[in-house]
């Protein structure tokens, strides 16, 4: 079992003895939706640390969202539910970038490979991905090398 799921295992059993009610429907909510990237597919397996960590963040978009809506749609109570259980989710996830940090990445990355416009995002998106590993969203990142490039 990878070190962040037993984590999680953990946390939620903690949660359960001090009775706290968001934070152990939110990682109840969160081993759900690993157990269920662990049986999709042809065979079952057993999630690394990465792919927890994919999950997690695929989590906590959908909790961001959820909450952009609910904010939308007037409904404040469960807007803030929802920016809580998202609060829970990005405990466990790595420290997101600054603003000042990405730019930085970005230009260095625009610098070496040579980008000259728009034409060359992908080749710009993709290197600034893999040093990036998850802590920017990629509609940031996006945004960022748009805004650089354009």
């Given at each position: 079992m990878s070190d962040l799921k037993e984590?999680?295992?953990?946390?939620?059993?903690?949660a359960m003895k001090s009775r706290d009610e968001l934070r152990t429907a939110t990682?109840?909510?969160?081993?759900?939706?690993?157990?269920?990237?662990?049986?999709?597919?042809?065979?079952?397996?057993e999630l690394s640390d990465d792919e927890?960590?994919?999950v997690l963040r695929r989590e906590a978009k959908k909790r961001r969202e959820a909450a952009d809506a609910f904010?939308?749609?007037g409904r404040t109570e469960q807007a803030d539910r929802e920016r809580a259980e998202g609060d829970v989710v990005a405990a466990y996830l790595p420290?997101?970038?600054?603003?000042?940090?990405l730019a930085a990445l970005v230009a260095d990355v625009i610098?070496?490979?040579?980008?000259?416009?728009?034409?060359?995002?992908g080749r710009v998106m993709g290197a600034v991905q893999q040093q990036v590993a998850g802590r920017a969203e990629?509609?940031?990142?996006?945004?960022e090398v748009r805004r650089q490039l354009g």
């Open positions: 984590q999680l295992r953990t946390d939620l059993t903690t990682l109840r909510m969160v081993l759900a939706a690993v157990s269920a990237e662990e049986v999709a597919g042809k065979e079952a397996r927890v960590q994919a904010a939308t749609a420290a997101q970038l600054e603003d000042a940090d610098t070496r490979t040579g980008a000259g416009g728009m034409r060359d995002m990629g509609g940031r990142v996006a945004a």
